[in-house]
């Protein structure tokens, strides 16, 4: 089993940045950047759960709801990765949305 402890401090982390950011910074993009990283990562573990299937998109819920779409679309590709560069991707992609973010 890969250790995917890295990837769930990274989206913690993040999620964490946002439910402390003020409403003007949501607004300016941290939301949307959240969003996209919560689709990606949604639309990863969806792939990796049934590579056939067309994967769904992940509905945006409001500024307000990024932090937890993050939590977890983090948390359910973490329960299916299977290698260590999955995981160091990842954790690459959690940390270039957050630094776009500005969180």
Known sequence: M???????RAV?????RLRAAPQSRLQRGAAAEALHLARELARRAQLLEAPGAEPREMP????????????????????????????????????????????
Not at 2 to 8: A, E, H, K, N, Q
Not at 12 to 16: K, L, S, V
Not at 63 to 87: P, T, Y
């Open 60 to 103: 945006d819920a409001g500024m307000f709801a990024a932090a937890d779409q993050i939590m977890v679309a983090g948390h359910d590709l973490a329960v299916v990765l299977s290698g260590e560069d999955q995981v160091e991707e990842a954790v690459r992609l959690v940390g270039e949305a957050q630094q776009r973010a500005g969180v």
């Open 12 to 16: 913690e982390h993040f999620a964490d």
């Open 2 to 8: 890969v250790d995917t402890t890295p990837l769930t």
